[in-house]
């Protein structure tokens, strides 16, 4: 049984940086695809960035709202996914969550139409 946990929201003003992290288990780090995704109040799910990797290859998504500002990588050893988030802005206010497939996905695919298992969210807001 696949389970994420993430961790490391808060509360930060505009411009400022957050780091999440998201463990995964039961599943095989070397082939997977694992996502972030956030959802504010009133508004859709929406990806923010996804990646998924195998042995030889690996693919990465980025919404066009984050690109330049957050980035996403992971360290195999430790079986987490990070998103680095810097320049914050109000409008990035929302409950992040991530989600692991436990499979290769297309990472454009995997943020368009996620699927498998959820973590419970962590909550940043950025303030004015």
């Known amino acids: 049984q696949v389970q994420v946990v993430e961790s490391g929201g808060g509360s930060v003003q505009t411009g400022g940086s957050l780091r999440l992290s998201c463990t995964a288990s039961g599943l095989s780090f070397d082939n997977t695809a694992m996502g972030w995704f956030r959802q504010a109040p009133g508004k859709k799910r929406e990806g923010v960035s996804c990646?998924?990797?195998?042995?030889?290859?690996?693919?990465?998504d980025y919404a066009d709202s984050v690109k330049g500002r957050f980035t996403i990588s992971r360290d195999n050893a430790k079986n987490t996914l990070f998103l680095e988030m810097n320049r914050l802005k109000p409008e990035d206010t929302a409950m992040y969550y991530c989600a692991a497939l436990g499979q290769y996905y297309s990472a454009v695919s995997y943020c368009a139409s996620p699927f498998g298992s959820w973590g419970q969210g962590t909550q940043v807001t950025v303030s004015s």
């Open positions: 990646m998924s990797w195998s042995w030889s290859f690996e693919t990465i």
